[in-house]
Nanobody
Framework: QVQLVESGGGLVQAGGSLRLSCAAS????????MGWYRQAPGKQREWVAG???????DYVSSVKGRFTISRDNAKNMVYLQMNSLKPEDTAVYYC??????????WGQGTQVTVSS
C-alpha cells in the first residue's frame, strides 16, 4: 500500500509564494515519475509539472518561470515551489507518482487559493 500526503497549501495574495510538499510512504517503493496536477472549480484536472527519475523536468506553459519542481529520492518526497502566484493558479493541487512497475498513485489534494 502506497500513501501520498500533501502539505503546504493555503491562502496567499497575488504575487506571493507557496511551497507544496508531498511525502510518499509504503513498501516496495520504486518511484519512476513524480509530479503535480491541479483542478480548478468546474475544470478538468490538468498536469502542472513533472520530474522523472532521470531528473528530466517539464512544466505546463502557464507556470514556466514561476514554479519549480524538485524531488528528494532519499526521503521519497516531491516539492513544488510556486512563486509569483496568480488568481488563476487557484485550484486543488494533487501529488502524483508512478512506480517502475506501472502503478499510479494520487495524494488527497491540497487547496491553493490566490486572492487578487
Amino acid at each position: 500500500q502506497v500513501q501520498l500526503v500533501e502539505s503546504g497549501g493555503g491562502l496567499v495574495q497575488a504575487g506571493g509564494s507557496l511551497r507544496l510538499s508531498c511525502a510518499a510512504s509504503g513498501s516496495r517503493l520504486s518511484i519512476n515519475d513524480m509530479g503535480w496536477y491541479r483542478q480548478a472549480p468546474g475544470k478538468q484536472r490538468e498536469w502542472v509539472a513533472g520530474i522523472r527519475s532521470s531528473s528530466i523536468i517539464d512544466y505546463v506553459s502557464s507556470v514556466k518561470g514561476r514554479f519549480t519542481i524538485s524531488r528528494d529520492n532519499a526521503k521519497n518526497m516531491v516539492y513544488l515551489q510556486m512563486n509569483s502566484l496568480k488568481p488563476e493558479d487557484t485550484a486543488v493541487y494533487y501529488c502524483n507518482l508512478v512506480l517502475y512497475r506501472g502503478e499510479v498513485y494520487w495524494g488527497q489534494g491540497t487547496q491553493v487559493t490566490v486572492s487578487s
